[in-house]
Every structure is written in C-alpha cells, then in structure tokens.
C-alpha cells in the first residue's frame, strides 16, 4: 500500500491564481481531512469527508473548496490565492466511520504552499 | 471550544538522559488524546491513542500516560533517532457527534545530543 500520497510537493503561485492539491489513499478509509501547518499554530483543521460525496468545514475553511466524488480521493482547491494561505497542506485520512470516532489518522508526506 | 497546550517548545537532551513532555488539555468530555510524530518535511506519525485515565501505552523507549487534564510523554534513555517534533491532539465528545474533529497542540521540538 502506498498510503495517503499527496502532489504537489511544492508549490509556488502568484496572489490570485487557482491550484488544486491533490490527495489520494489506497486503504478503502472512509474519512479523510486536510489541515494545515503554520509554525507556532500546530495543525489547523481545514475540511474534511466522512464518505464519497459528503464533506464539511472544519476550523478554517475560507479559501477553500474540497469534493469527494470517489472514497479515494479528496482534493483542496484554492479559488483565489492569497499570501495568508502560504503554509505546509497535509491530508490525512482513517478507517472510522460516523459513528466509531477517529483513532488512529494516517497522514500524507504535506504540499508546501508558497503565495507571492 | 478545545485546547491543547504542549510543553516546554523545545527540549534538548543528552543521549539516554530520560525526561517527558507534557500536553495539557481542555475538552468538553474527551473522546480520545493522541499523539503523533513528525519528522521535519514529513507528515506526523501515530504513536498512541488514550482514552481514559489512568490509561498507559509504551513503544519502545516512549511511555503515553493520561490523567482527566493532561497527558505525558515519557522518553526513557532518547537516542538521537528519537529527535523530532511531538504532537498531541484530542477529539471530544462534542466533536465526534457530527464531526471528526482534533485539535492539535502546537507541539513539542526534541532534539537528543549524541
């Protein structure tokens, strides 16, 4: 099993532009989250899926737009970049439904985002 | 709203001298506390899930403890291998009811000296 892969490994884009980050798992996981991380904040919670065509917002969702039409993968789009969305995106996912709670959440190796 | 405090920031120690994080915590019923680690350009790892208080879990040289406010990280006899960033998170009840939800800390920097 590959695990939670995520592409890009780094990006570079100008204020304003769109990008989509990709993430897939290959361990049939019905949850699947994606963060961020800003030096001091810990890990920010940014949307996540609890099955194929179901998501919600997390903690900090603007700027964002996710859709998970297959249990493998769950992208994050930004529509319009900013400078305050520079940061390290890691998507996660977990074998726990609705009702279990989540234990053990494998993460993907991160997107470095940089916005000029 | 849930909060988790990790300390100290940074820790250095000697190779094999023993010493443990903390990861403070304040939920509205906890669901479960975990702890994760991340090695720099990496995503974090999991090491443990606790539940209750009172509740123990080791692997190799860490040791996770839990107490109904904070949870410990005891590292016995580090090696330099051991160096990384430790992250605890918590869901709560509250969270895991319609949501799945950590919350993280900001973590704890451990560096072990040769």
């Known amino acids: 099993n590959a695990g939670v892969t995520q592409t890009p490994k780094f990006q570079v884009l100008k204020t304003g532009q769109s990008m989509t980050l990709q993430c897939a798992q290959d361990?049939?996981?019905?949850?699947m989250s994606w963060y961020r991380q800003d030096p001091g904040m810990g890990l920010r919670l940014i949307h996540y899926s609890v099955g194929a065509g179901i998501t919600d917002q997390g903690e900090v969702p603007n700027g964002y737009n996710v859709s998970r039409s297959t249990t493998e993968d769950f992208p994050l789009r930004l529509l319009s970049a900013a400078p305050s969305q520079t940061s390290v995106y890691f998507c996660?996912?977990?074998?726990?439904?609705?009702?279990?709670?989540?234990?053990?959440?494998?993460f993907g190796p991160g997107t470095r985002l940089l916005v000029l | 709203e849930d909060q988790v405090t990790q300390s100290p920031e940074a820790l250095r120690l000697q190779e094999g001298e023993s010493s443990s994080l903390n990861c403070s915590y304040t939920?509205?019923?906890?669901?479960?506390l975990f702890w994760y680690r991340q090695d720099p350009g990496k995503g974090p790892e999991f090491l443990f899930t606790l539940y209750s208080a009172g509740e123990e879990k080791e692997k190799e040289r860490l040791k996770a403890t839990l107490t109904k406010k904070e949870s410990f990280l005891h590292i016995t006899a580090p090696k330099p291998e051991d160096s990384a960033t430790y992250l605890c998170a918590v869901q709560s009840l509250i969270s895991s009811g319609s949501a799945r939800q950590l919350t993280f800390g900001s973590g704890t920097q451990l560096t072990v000296l040769p």
């Open positions: 939920v509205s019923g906890l669901r479960g």
């Open positions: 361990m049939n996981h019905e949850y």
């Open positions: 996660a996912s977990s074998r726990e439904g609705r009702l279990a709670g989540l234990k053990t959440q494998y």
